[in-house]
């Protein structure tokens, strides 16, 4: 099957692997958009399969576990009629490095076209695309990046307030441990929006204004007049000890409500990668209000975002079929 696939890098997207979204350009991210939003506007429930990926392969690698990002995943690769095959490996059963290594040769071995990597360690998913022969699509490394998340973050504010530049997005919570935040920084500042981070002071990682954003501590000023507000899952699977004292009394000072999203601009937009702690990271209701909650639209873009990342990485010279999805 590969032999068959062009050899010549694909216009617009002119990488092998997404693994990360540091290091992309401009350009690049708004190529990768353009082709989601073009997507996203179709009906997939017009029951007429795309052929643009008949006759490949993706194998869906998930050594962490994952519900929403695994089935996005498995329905962008068949609606765009490829063979899908999902693989769960269960992290606490393997020994880290010899296994991935080992999990590689074996998929080699079977040929697929891409590969989608999620992993409990930073810098596993790059580790393992030097090994292997396809293409590989990282689905989330550690506390490291999960670029597609970020793209359709991106996709979904761009979609509600037709632009990323000039806006400004305060990214709030477990900062520390969050890979969404860290593509989120790296996304948003290349597409030329302003970036908050809001945590506690023992979730703010050390030196993040490096990266371009501007950190708070306090959640009322760091909300002050900011076009979204992105929350943040506590990653309780990613802390050694304790980090918060109370889930009463993170949800007073770091839980978004109605009282302190009033900080933020009046037509302010609430996200959350999910799954969410209702009543921790966010009200229940505020998370559910259609006027100002993106949650929906969220996941909902999820699909489109990794059709896009998959046509571009695998078939990036083909224009998307028309009318079909
Ligand atoms: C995120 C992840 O796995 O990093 N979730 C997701 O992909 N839907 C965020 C999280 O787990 O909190």
């Known amino acids: 099957m590969s032999e068959t696939h062009p050899s010549r890098e694909p216009p617009g997207f002119p ?8 290091g992309l350009s401009r350009g690049e991210i708004e190529f990768l958009l353009d082709l989601a939003d073009v997507y996203a506007a179709k009906d997939p429930r017009d029951h007429q399969r795309s052929s643009l990926l008949s006759g490949y392969t993706v194998i869906n690698l998930f050594f962490e576990n994952s519900t929403r990002t695994r089935t996005s995943f498995e329905l962008a690769a068949k609606r765009l009629g ?5 693989m769960s490996v269960a992290s606490s059963s393997i020994k880290k490095g010899e296994t991935l290594i080992d999990t590689a040769m074996t998929l080699t071995a079977m040929r697929p076209d891409l590969l989608v990597v999620r992993h409990p360690d930073s810098g596993a998913v790059s580790l393992l695309s030097e090994k292997v022969d396809c293409a590989v699509i990282n689905g989330g490394d550690g506390s490291h990046e999960h670029p597609t998340q970020a793209l359709l973050d991106a996709l979904s504010i761009r979609r509600r307030k037709g632009r990323l530049a000039g806006l400004t997005v305060a990214i709030c919570g477990d900062v520390l441990h969050s890979r969404v935040a860290r593509s989120n920084i790296y996304l ?35 909300l002050a007049d900011v076009d ?6 506590l990653q309780n699977e990613r802390m050694q000890g304790s980090y918060v004292p109370s889930v009463r009394e993170y ?16 037509d302010a937009l609430v ?55």
């Not at 990488?15 to 540091?22: K, M, N, Q, S, Y």
């Not at 949800?251 to 009282?259: A, I, N, P, S, T």
């Not at 059709?307 to 990036?316: D, E, V, Y």
């Open 251 to 266: 949800f007073r000072f770091y839980g978004l409500d109605q009282e302190k999203l009033a900080s933020a601009k009046p």
């Open 228 to 233: 979204i507000v992105m929350m943040l899952r």
């Open 82 to 86: 490829a063979e899908v095959i999902n």
């Open 15 to 22: 990488h092998r692997h997404l693994l990360g979204i540091e």
């Open 188 to 222: 948003l500042t290349t597409m030329g929006a302003q970036v908050r981070v809001i945590a506690p002071p023992t979730l703010l990682p050390a030196g993040i204004e490096r990266f371009g954003a501007q950190a708070f501590t306090d959640m009322r000023a760091g």
């Open 271 to 325: 996200m959350h990668p999910g799954p969410m702690n209702r009543g921790v990271e966010i009200d229940s209701e505020l998370a559910d209000d259609i006027d100002r909650s993106l949650i929906h639209t969220q996941v909902a873009m999820g699909v489109a975002v990794r059709m896009a990342c998959l046509h571009a990485l695998l078939r990036g010279e083909e224009p998307p079929e028309e009318g079909r999805a």
